[in-house]
Structure formats: structure tokens, C-alpha cells
């Protein structure tokens, strides 16, 4: 079965807010993207306790919302985790594994991802699944291999459940830095990636650039072929940048 989600390579801009916010400011934040009409699909990853906030601000509107993180559990004594099922209870159509940070701040295996990318598409939610090389794996020419190492037990899944998620190429180096990938840079793994995905049979896979992407470098990274949006950091958190990005 083919849902809409599947098979489509529309363009695709997600604002991850990581650990910024609070009620306030996202009230302003999220009626300021409320209104936002476009052919781009707008969605926003905040953080867990703002997603009731998220869905009754954006619900009825054309942005939909999600979490940065899943557990692999259903449920049960997990303390502190948070289950796919919870995040649909709130609306979620989006979730965040395997983002940069987690990996390196909380030890998440590649396996790992995996898993919580399987959790998501099991509990009906889209996982994006983050993969990216450090600056040392670029300089040492590693970063195609360190990218396919990564994303290898996600494509051992299969095409059913690959053709159901987004892949995200975040060069660590790049996110939060200033420091963005040449449109070229970027292209450069995103074919790779869209390789690896067609020799599965899941070529239309959506893969965003995420690494400081801003209005102004947005334009010539979305005009490479293999590049269909964007997984936005810092500039996800001003209105008008973001919108400007999925404009
Ligand atoms: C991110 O956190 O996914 C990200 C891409 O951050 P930034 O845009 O701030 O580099």
C-alpha cells in the first residue's frame, strides 16, 4: 500500500527547535508561522513538553508538528522516555532519531536509530532519520562511508519501511557553526545517499540538508537535484527566517 507520504519528493522544510522555548515565546513564534500559506510543507520539531502547545496553535493550519526524539519501547518502566504512542496522543506527524547531538551527547548507535526510526513508522509517525560525518571523517575523505555506515541498518529494514521516512544529511561540522555545505558539498552526498536509497527501491525518498541553512544559502542548496529541503536549527526559532527558508 502507497501512502500519500510515500513516493513523493515535495519540498520539505522542518524547524528543529532543540532545547530553546518556553510558553511565551512559542506563543508568538507559533502564530507568527500559523498563517503560512505555501507549496513548501512546513512542519516544526519542538520539544516534548511543548507539543500540546504546538498542536493547539497549529491545529486546522497547514504546519504540522512533531517530536525530537522517540523511545523504542511502547511503554512500561522506562523512566524519562517517551513513546511513539504519546507523541501521536498530541498530533505529532514528525520525529527526529539519530540527530547529531543525541548521537554524540547520548551515545546512540547506529543500530539505535534504527530502531527508534522502526518505533516511529510502527506507532504512524514519519521518522527523519539524521546521518552526518564530523569534520575529521570529512578531512580524512570518509564522510560517503561514515554516511553509508550510518544509514545501513536503516536500509536493512527494507524498501516498505524506507519508502515511508526522510533521511536528513547533517555534516556536524556544519550545524550550529555558521559553517554551511556548498550546494556542490551537499550534492555531492545527497546523490550518494539517493544512490544507496534506489538500490533498495526507494529512490523518491525525501532527503533534507540540515547545517546552518538560512534564507539567504536556502535558494542554491534546494536548487541542487538531490536536495528536497531542509532540517533548520537556529534559524527555525525567528518567524520571519524560517519562512523566508521555505519560501
Ligand atoms: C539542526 O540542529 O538540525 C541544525 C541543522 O541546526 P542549525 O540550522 O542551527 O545548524
New binding site residues.
Given amino acids: 500500500m502507497t501512502t500519500a507520504h510515500e513516493q513523493s519528493r515535495n519540498r520539505l522544510v522542518i524547524g528543529?527547535w532543540?532545547m530553546h522555548g518556553n510558553l511565551a515565546d512559542n506563543a508568538k513564534l507559533l502564530a507568527a508561522l500559523r498563517p503560512a500559506v505555501s507549496t513548501t510543507q512546513i512542519a516544526v520539531c519542538v520539544p516534548f513538553p511543548y507539543l500540546a502547545q504546538a498542536s493547539e496553535a497549529l491545529k486546522g493550519s497547514s504546519i504540522s508538528w512533531g517530536a525530537q526524539d522517540i523511545s523504542v519501547q511502547k511503554q512500561g518502566a522506562f523512566t524519562g522516555e517517551v513513546s511513539g504512542s504519546m507523541l501521536k496522543d498530541f498530533g505529532s506527524t514528525w520525529v527526529?532519531v539519530g540527530?547529531?547531538?543525541r548521537r554524540s551527547m547520548h551515545a546512540e548507535t547506529d543500530q539505535l536509530v534504527a530502531d527508534k526510526a522502526q518505533a516511529a513508522l510502527v506507532a504512524g509517525l514519519i521518522p527523519v532519520v539524521?546521518v552526518g560525518e564530523s569534520l575529521a571523517e570529512r578531512d580524512a575523505g570518509q564522510a560517503i562511508a561514515v554516511i553509508e555506515r550510518q544509514l545501513a541498518p536503516v536500509l536493512a529494514q527494507g524498501a516498505e519501511s524506507v519508502n515511508k521516512l526522510v533521511v536528513?544529511y547533517?555534516p556536524v561540522w556544519?550545524?550550529?557553526?555558521?559553517r554551511t555545505a556548498s550546494p556542490e558539498q551537499a550534492q555531492e552526498v545527497h546523490a550518494a545517499i539517493r544512490a544507496a536509497l534506489q538500490a533498495i527501491g526507494a529512490g523518491n525518498v525525501q532527503i533534507l540538508y540540515?547545517?546552518?541553512?538560512k534564507a539567504s544559502n536556502a535558494a542554491s542548496l534546494f536548487s541542487m537535484p538531490d536536495i528536497d529541503g531542509?532540517?533548520?536549527?537556529?534559524?527555525?526559532l525567528v518567524a520571519d527566517e524560517f519562512l523566508a527558508i521555505a519560501a
Fill in positions: 528543529n532543540k527526529l540527530h547529531s547531538e539524521c536528513a547533517e556544519a550545524i550550529g557553526t555558521g540540515g547545517g546552518s541553512v531542509a532540517l533548520v536549527g537556529g534559524a527555525a
